[in-house]
Structure formats: structure tokens, C-alpha cells
């Protein structure tokens, strides 16, 4: 049997079943995408069915406001993301679903790693999205990396390209890999329970037991934290937005400080401010005279 059928075997008996599998909708496919962009699986399952729900097609989310869009993202963090989702949906209205990976490209919001998932489960080329979790997988099985790195990515996607059939469900080999990347190939994988343990060029590496687990495989993207603050700015951020979205009326820019942080003094104002600014600048607030409101 050969390696892909081996995995597809074993995702088929053990892959998990989420609701935005099995389809070939491009919408589906790229709401799943983003809202899965820094957010855990079993967070999104809800996030998605809810979604899905309320602006079911292109069209229904097209004509969604930022308003409507930050109510119905809230929760799920990182909001520019469901902005992003709407534009992309209105351009699609405009002109029409791209009909190649090259095309998907050329929509603002729409990388390499979504052009290439988008490709390959709603297009049926053949790709391989090369993320942390398939990047770990593709690296070890045909590099023999224990922890491979972004420097790796040109030769995995060499490698996928001679390993991923032409025919068959070629088009589940990503998903069943992230399956596998979360379940088994973890940081510190399971070499002995896996499928592909016969045929992976790291596996001997691993089961020999020399392989040293580093402390971080990825560098955290450095966040800002204002002097003195306990959390990110990420974090104040969202409070403002969820102040605003939870209020019923407009509320007054200079009470904001106290209602988000505890520790809030007078000299934190222009910090306050900036915040407030990068929110209206990114679409999530509109200002009006010395108040704020959901745009
Ligand atoms: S054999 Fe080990 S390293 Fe290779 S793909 Fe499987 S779990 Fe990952």
C-alpha cells in the first residue's frame, strides 16, 4: 500500500468530522480557513455552525455591515479577520469566485497557505498547505527534520508534489495530515501508533528516543505591551470593542480607560487613544464628536 492510501486509510477510521468537511463550496471552505487563523479547532466548531447560519452564501455576507460583522465575530478575537471575510465576499459578488489558486491570490486577505487549501479541497488541484501543522508532517516524513522551519517549506512542497497521487482523494491528503499533525505527529510525536511510520524518514530518529523535544519549536510573534500593563495591547483592545458592542448607547471616549483597566491612570490616556485610533483606522469603531459607537 503506498504512503498517501495508508494515511487516508487511517483518516478514514479516525479523522475527525467537522462540519466543514466534505464540501467542495469555496465559501464554506474559506469561512472555515479564517476563523481556524489563530483559533483552536473546537473553538470554531460553534463560531462556524452559527456563521454559517447567519450569512449563509456570498451574497448574505456581502451586504452585512461592520456592525453586523463584529456581532457576529464576537468571541472568536483578531476581528479584522471577519472584515477581511466580508470584503473578500463582496469582491466575489463583483466579480465573480476565482476559478484558479493564482486567482484566489489576488484577493486582498487571501495568502499562499488559503489560495493553496482553497486549490485543493474546493478546486481538486493538488497542493499541499503548508502551515505549522503540515510543515511538521511534510518535514519529517520526507526530510527527515524532526522540527522542520519555514526555511523548509520550497523543498516539502517539492516533495508533496511527487508524493500526492493524481488520482483518488488526493483532495483529503491535507486534512487527513492535519488530523495526524494533531492528534499524532505532535510536537512530541507518537512515531509507534502512526500510519506512516514505516515510510517517514524521521520516524527512526524519534523511536530511537534521541531526539531532544525543544523548549519552543516557534518563536512567539513578540506582542506590544504598554509599560506597566499586565496584558498585551490585543487584550485592551478587544475590551473597547466589546464595550462599545455591548453598550446600548454611544459611550464617551474618556471613560473608556477606567471601565477597561483597573489599573487605568491619567498618563495611560494617550495609550487609550492610540487604541482607539487603530480600531476606527481598521473599520471595528466609528467616532462621533467625544463618543464611540459600532460603525
Ligand atoms: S512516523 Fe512519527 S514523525 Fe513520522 S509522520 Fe508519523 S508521527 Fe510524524
Redesign the pocket.
Same mark, same amino acid.
Do not use: E, M, Q
Given at each position: 500500500m503506498k504512503p498517501w492510501q495508508k494515511l487516508l486509510h487511517w483518516f478514514d477510521r479516525e479523522g475527525r468530522k467537522l462540519p466543514w468537511r466534505n464540501t467542495r463550496d469555496p465559501y464554506r471552505i474559506l469561512v472555515s480557513e479564517i476563523m481556524l487563523q489563530q483559533t483552536q479547532v473546537t473553538r470554531v466548531i460553534d463560531f462556524y455552525r452559527a456563521w454559517m447560519k447567519r450569512f449563509p452564501t456570498w451574497n448574505a455576507l456581502a451586504k452585512a455591515t461592520n456592525a453586523e460583522i463584529i456581532h457576529a465575530w464576537a468571541g472568536l478575537g483578531y476581528n479584522r479577520r471577519g472584515l477581511a471575510l466580508r470584503d473578500i465576499a463582496r469582491s466575489i459578488v463583483t466579480n465573480g469566485i476565482p476559478k484558479t489558486r493564482n486567482e484566489w491570490l489576488t484577493l486582498k486577505g487571501i495568502g499562499p497557505y488559503t489560495a493553496d487549501a482553497l486549490a485543493v479541497f474546493s478546486l481538486h488541484e493538488r497542493h499541499w498547505p503548508t502551515d505549522t501543522n503540515l510543515r511538521r508532517?511534510g518535514g519529517? *516524513?520526507w526530510l527527515a527534520k524532526p522540527y522542520p522551519q519555514m526555511s523548509d517549506d520550497e523543498r516539502i512542497h517539492k516533495f508533496a508534489d511527487a508524493w500526492i497521487p493524481y488520482t483518488g482523494r488526493f483532495f483529503d491528503l491535507p486534512q487527513a495530515a492535519f488530523d495526524l499533525a494533531t492528534s499524532? %505527529?505532535t510536537k512530541t510525536?507518537? $512515531?509507534s501508533t $502512526?500510519p *506512516?511510520?514505516d515510510d %517517514?524518514l524521521?520516524?527512526p530518529k524519534?523511536l530511537s528516543g534521541k531526539v531532544r523535544t525543544p523548549k519552543r519549536m516557534i518563536k512567539k510573534t513578540k506582542e506590544q505591551i504598554h509599560p506597566g500593563k499586565k496584558y498585551p495591547d490585543r487584550i485592551y483592545r478587544g475590551r473597547i470593542l466589546s464595550l462599545v458592542r455591548q453598550s446600548e448607547s454611544p459611550i464617551v471616549i474618556s471613560k473608556i480607560g477606567a471601565l477597561i483597566d483597573p489599573t487605568f491612570s491619567i498618563i495611560d490616556q494617550s495609550w487609550i487613544t492610540a487604541m482607539i485610533d487603530r480600531l476606527i483606522k481598521d473599520g471595528l469603531l466609528a467616532k462621533s464628536k467625544n463618543k464611540l459607537t459600532l460603525p
Open positions: 508532517v519529517r *516524513l499524532i %505527529c510525536p507518537t $512515531c $502512526c *506512516l511510520k %517517514c524521521a520516524a524519534f
